[in-house]
């Protein structure tokens, strides 16, 4: 574990049982992040990603009726649930339980825009190489709610398909980028700072020594 500076290797598992922090598989998922967040570029890209779920969520959050303070954004961690190690770049955690809180139409149109907007914004506004990163894994995590909202809402007529849903709510959210544009990239460049310092430290240091490697050394 070498490889892994000490500071990120706490702050990944920081939610990792104490005894399986140096499991080679823990390991494997920090290296794993680290190659994710290679660049200030790629930094920046996931931290628009974000802010678009968290825009998207706090407008879930006036509907299902759960105060915005109660959202929480995560930084890059390795997880571990159901004896697997994982990895997310960034999250936003939120109170919404869809087991008690009953389906409507009106809710899973903001699921959907909740999984598509961290897409849309890391398109938009950011300049990595791959913009796209996360974004199969939010819309599977929408179709898993989906199916959930199918089973009570299957005979509401006004009950759409999950690709219309995502294709409506991908247009919903690109045609309001410019009323939330300021708002986000200071809601960026604050979960930036309280978040990826330290994985933007390292991003910096590898991208210089990489640049200067490629000085000859006579
Ligand atoms: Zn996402």
Redo the contacts with the bound molecule.
Sequence with gaps: MGDIPENLLSLLTRDIPAELRDHEDCLKMCREVLSELATPEDIEATCF?ETG?FIYTVALSIVVQFPEEQLVMHGPQVTYENDDFGWALGSVQSPYDSSKIPFTTEIVEHLARVAVA?GVYARKYGQSADKSK?VR??IRKFNDYYRLALQTLHKDPAFLEASEYIEDAEKKVAEKLPVFEQYAKNKMIEYKQAQFLPFLAYATKTKTSGVLSEIPSS
Aim: charged share 15%; no cysteine.
């Design positions: 990603h779920h961290g996360g894994g939010d």
